[in-house]
């Protein structure tokens, strides 16, 4: 085929459509965030006091925060099955990179897919439990397993985004400026792991980049572009 990914394309069709759901469906507001964040979803994956959950989430009474945990919630439950199609993306895509390579070294890249589908589901299990012991408290387990999930899941897709650039390098212009984004990436999650600030903000966004450009890469990289051999 001409254009083998081109159904990795159609699954990340599948992924923008349910990222504009959670767009719609998760707040676009919260209480405090916590220093550096604008964006709740993303304040809440990397928070780390209890004091800080209630302070994103609003106070009880003013009806705000049961809004906010439903809204909350329910995106939550989304992200499961949004978990689902992204990881069938990475993990397609790692497949058709081994494929064409021949080499065995995008298997590495297919296992990463599998253990950030893990630490998703980890993730979202530690928000849900968070959300029900929201008025008695009393989560600190929950915040310090959250921190080990959350970060196993955006470090696995830099680490799988860097482990594709050895075919990436080789698919032109596109595909090395995608190496580039990937690596830039990197640099900015390890910013933010040193220090949690805005740059958690902007490190997603990198990530949600490097995604975008991989689902437009699938529909138009052709085989005879590949410059590697088998």
Do not use: H
Not at 57 to 69: K, L, N, R, T
Not at 199 to 211: A, S
């Amino acid at each position: 085929m001409n254009k083998p990914f081109l159904k990795a394309g159609y699954i990340g069709l599948s992924v923008i459509v349910i990222s504009i759901i959670l767009i719609a469906v998760n707040p676009s507001k919260g209480g405090k965030l916590p220093q550096g964040f604008f964006t709740p979803v993303v304040a809440f994956e990397f928070i780390s006091t209890e004091g800080e959950v209630l302070d994103l989430f609003g106070d009880a009474p003013s009806g705000f925060q049961g809004e906010m945990v439903e809204r909350m919630r329910t995106g939550t439950y989304i992200d499961f099955i949004y978990m689902f199609v992204y990881t069938s993306f990475l993990l397609y895509f790692s497949i058709i990179c081994s494929r064409i390579t021949g080499e065995k070294w995008f298997l590495f890249s297919f296992i990463i897919a599998l253990i950030i589908f893990a630490a998703d589901s980890g993730e979202n299990i530690q928000l849900l439990s968070i959300m029900d012991k929201l008025n008695s408290g009393g989560f600190e387990r929950e915040l310090l397993l959250l921190d080990y999930f959350t970060w196993a899941k955006w470090g696995g897709l830099s680490a799988l985004f860097i482990s594709l650039i050895p075919f990436l390098r080789k698919t032109g212009v596109f595909g090395r400026i995608i190496s580039i984004v990937s690596l830039i990436s990197a640099v900015a999650g390890s910013a933010a792991y040193l220090n949690r600030s805005i740059m958690n903000e902007i490190y997603v966004l990198t990530i949600v980049i490097v995604f975008i450009m991989l689902f437009v890469f699938s529909f138009t990289f052709r085989i005879s572009s590949y410059s590697g051999s088998k």
